[in-house]
Nanobody, 123 residues
């Protein structure tokens, strides 16, 4: 299983970015795809998740209004649209696959991870 995250970059506060995660080798219809972020010296934190069927979508508290997670089954990708970016959004963003389908806010729920993509938001 391989996950390839892309779309990060250096942007200004208020800008938007669309991250994409290409998955190969999976997912199965029972899998859940998630996005996490990790700032220097901090733990990896949940951002959003979506079932591969699209039937379930979850966001971290307070993030729902600025984020949209989506998936494209034909392309085997999961995207994270981020709007109104803030300097505190600066982090490495990781995508992961959870075969468990529960405790999706926990890092341990995910079996596979991509390499991460850096998002830097300047003020």
């Amino acid at each position: 299983v391989q996950l390839q995250a892309s779309g990060g970059g250096l942007v200004q506060a208020g800008d938007s970015l669309r991250l994409s995660c290409k998955v190969s080798g999976r997912p199965l219809s029972s899998d859940v795809m998630g996005w996490f972020r990790q700032s220097p010296g901090k733990e990896r934190k949940f951002v959003a998740a979506i079932t591969w069927t699209g039937s379930g979508i979850w966001y971290a508290d307070s993030e729902e209004t600025r984020l949209t997670i989506s998936r494209d089954n034909a392309k085997n990708t999961v995207d994270l649209q981020m709007n109104s970016l803030k300097p505190e959004d600066t982090a490495v963003y990781y995508c992961g696959v959870s075969t468990r389908g529960y405790s999706l806010e926990q890092v341990w729920s995910y079996d596979y991870w991509g390499q991460g993509t850096q998002v830097t938001v300047s003020s």
